[in-house]
């Protein structure tokens, strides 16, 4: 995609600046994570795909829509329950699309077909509309998250090179452009697998880089006065599909003035752009800028020289004219810039000093001070990690990858609090696992998978299976297993109700009957589950473990733990009980008291000098949970990976806040 200060061209020099600072012989390749913080396009995290993990930032919508469904992918998104539907490749069946009944907000207010404005074709901007709403209605039956921004990181990708404009959404053009008349159609992308975790995030670089740590982190804000927003609002309107207020002779969408970027800002940006290098928590530092920006050489080499090592601070002027070898440049005095600054207490391999946040603990054994560092830098490959066999309401899965990022690498025992479906516990890697969960029926279950020989346990359940001849269309069988085993329970049984129940859930009543209905035509002990079972089963067998079915509370008073000890928490969650977490179960329900108990109990564990880390969400569908926000400031909150920006828009979609809290 063309775009206003995208850095394609000077990839080879950003490149060789990486090799000559960055890349001493103490830190590998294969470990190394690169933050894009201003990453518009995604091309500079892209070109280091290969080599490293990367992290991207914008905070523009599209852009983040662009890395998530392209950049940080490292394959072509399963679309198989959808092509044997629709009987062909998703991208053909879409470039198909084009019917006039489904023209929207872009045909009625982008084109002639309900306006003025000239920014594409009708027929262009009838087939946006419709591709864009047919991506929506799938979503729901048949996309995962990453096969939804696929195919919006595709529109996104085409809609340029349809559009009647000079290059931004700033204006279209008055006369047509032949470039308006090509037929709309998406591309396939090339996908980069490099088998490491990437992300992608929605935020304000100065509010990431508090949360995000890295080794190399790219800096490349914008540099005049000119908003992004203001150029590319089409882009992010088609990404949203919010049908925003609209206004002017472009039809721009409006943007909060937190939406607005104050790296355009004389007035601020150098208060700005301070705080950003003082709060960076990376060891390499490279920031591309122009001479023609609004700060000058020598303001951003005095907040380098004073936030990083003086000694490296080091700036290399690229003519513009070079760089952007197809334009003309009458000033042949403007520079690019590149700056280069180093900050060794975040260096991984040699630390030189104590690391921001670090904590002494005392180890158990030795009494010594032991110095904890942050290990978000440490990422675990996604490759290696187990899902668990019980598909547990709030179940960590998809967010382990960047979860156990900021595990400590030195935890000898963990306590998963809240077990769960033990998608935690499981995948952390240390010898010693302690699993509570205040549901005896979940605690059995778990028991029972880990400690029993996999071919007795398999052939238990099978026999269940044949017994009641469970399958995908047998209600029948499903229900008289589900009254005999409320008679009678035993964990095998169980767990056979669950694999053929509706999405797998644990539910049970107030008088404790598990009450969750047949899975009709989807639930089954499937090969998949077969294997993730076995698996289980052998993860457990490896490792000490101890069973408990203990209230939090009462918990902590019962066990003696060494000081190497991490206590993970995964509670309901006050404001999104049900599609995230199900407090209740036929269990104690979540209330603001048991909230503000867990509170009590996680100060009580610091305090007592063992570290703790709470998995929660702060915002959910425009409720937040103050409680918890209050409390954790004394903490850290890790941001997950979610598309957050303070937009009205936004609440329509309901976004949720994932977050962990830290107390190391
Ligand atoms: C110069 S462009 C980056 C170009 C990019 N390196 C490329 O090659 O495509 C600057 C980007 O910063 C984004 N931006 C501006 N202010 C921001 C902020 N406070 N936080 C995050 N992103 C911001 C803009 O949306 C724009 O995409």
């Known amino acids: 995609m063309r775009y206003i200060g995208s850095k394609r061209n000077l990839i080879a020099e950003i490149e060789g600046m990486v090799n000559d600072k960055c890349l001493s012989n103490n830190v590998k390749n294969n470990d190394v994570v690169f933050l894009d913080l201003f990453a518009g396009t995604g091309v500079v995290a892209q070109s280091f795909k290969s080599k490293f993990s990367i992290v991207t930032n914008d905070n523009m919508y599209f852009s983040y829509v662009l890395a998530r469904g392209e950049t940080i992918l490292n394959e072509v998104p399963n679309f198989d329950s959808l092509e044997l539907d629709i009987g062909c490749d998703v991208l053909d069946y879409l470039n198909k699309l084009g019917c006039s009944t489904r023209a929207g907000f872009v045909a009625n207010n982008y084109s002639q077909f309900g306006s003025d404005r000239m920014y594409f074709t009708e027929e262009n901007a009838i087939k946006i509309d419709h591709i864009r709403s047919q991506i929506e209605d799938w979503r729901e039956k048949y996309l995962s998250d990453d096969a939804y921004y696929y195919l919006l990181a595709c529109l996104l990708q085409a809609v340029p090179f349809v559009s009647n404009i000079s290059g931004v959404y700033g204006a279209y053009l008055k006369k047509w452009d032949k470039r308006a008349f090509l037929d709309l159609t998406l591309k396939h992308p090339a996908i980069i697998n490099n088998n490491k975790l990437n992300q992608a995030f929605n935020l304000d670089a100065n509010e990431l880089v508090r949360n995000q740590k890295a080794d190399i982190c790219y800096i490349d804000p914008p540099y005049n006065g000119r908003q992004y927003t203001s150029n590319y609002h089409l882009l992010d309107t088609i990404a949203y ?391 954790a400031k004394k903490y850290n909150v890790v941001p997950l990976n979610f598309n957050y920006n303070n937009s009205s828009y936004n609440t329509k979609q309901g976004i949720t806040k994932e977050v962990i809290i830290t107390n190391f």
């Open 241 to 631: 599909a919010d049908n925003p207020n609209i206004k002017g002779i472009t039809g721009m969408r409006e943007y909060s003035a937190s939406e607005k970027s104050i790296y355009c800002s004389k007035v601020k940006v150098h208060d700005e752009f301070e705080r950003l290098i003082a709060d960076i928590q990376a060891q390499h530092i490279i920031i591309s800028y122009s001479s023609d920006g609004i700060m000058s050489e020598e303001a951003i080499i005095d907040v380098l020289k004073k936030y990083c090592d003086p000694e490296t601070v080091h700036l290399k002027k690229i003519p513009y004219r070079k760089y952007k070898s197809k334009i003309v440049c009458s000033d042949s005095a403007v520079n690019e810039y590149m700056f280069y600054a180093q900050k060794p207490e975040f260096a991984r391999a040699e630390v030189l000093t104590k690391k921001k946040n670090s904590c002494y603990l005392a180890t158990s054994e030795t009494d010594e001070k032991h110095v904890i560092y942050p290990t978000a830098t440490k990422i675990k490959d996604s490759n290696t990690l187990l899902a668990s066999p019980l598909n547990y309401i709030g179940g960590k899965f998809k967010l382990l990858p960047q979860m156990l990022s900021h595990f400590p690498d030195d935890i000898d025992e963990l306590i998963d609090v809240f077990a769960g479906g033990l998608n935690v516990g499981i995948n952390v890697g240390c010898k010693k696992l302690i699993v509570n969960d205040i549901n005896h029926f979940v605690v059995d279950l778990l028991k029972t998978l880990g400690d029993m020989p996999i071919d007795e346990l398999l052939a238990a359940l099978e026999s269940y299976i044949d017994r009641y001849e469970l399958s995908k269309t047998n209600r029948e069988g499903f229900l008289r297993l589900r009254s005999d085993y409320n008679k009678n329970p035993n964990p095998i049984a169980l767990y056979a109700l669950i694999c053929y129940s509706f999405n797998y859930q644990i539910r049970f009543n107030g008088n404790l009957e598990y009450n969750n209905p047949f899975g009709k035509d989807r639930s089954s002990f499937s090969e998949k589950l077969r294997r993730k079972l076995i698996l289980f089963n052998q993860r457990l067998s490896q490792i000490d473990v101890d069973y408990f079915n203990l209230p939090f509370e009462e918990l902590i008073e019962t066990l003696v733990v060494s000081k190497k000890a991490l206590f993970y928490c995964d509670p309901p969650y006050l404001i999104s009980t049900g599609s995230y977490n199900d407090g209740n179960r036929g269990f104690k329900n979540w209330t603001p008291e048991q909230e503000d108990k867990l509170h009590t109990t996680l100060d009580k564990i610091n305090s007592l000098g063992y570290r703790f880390i709470l998995s929660n969400v702060t915002e959910h569908k425009g409720s937040k949970n103050q409680q918890l926000i209050e409390w």
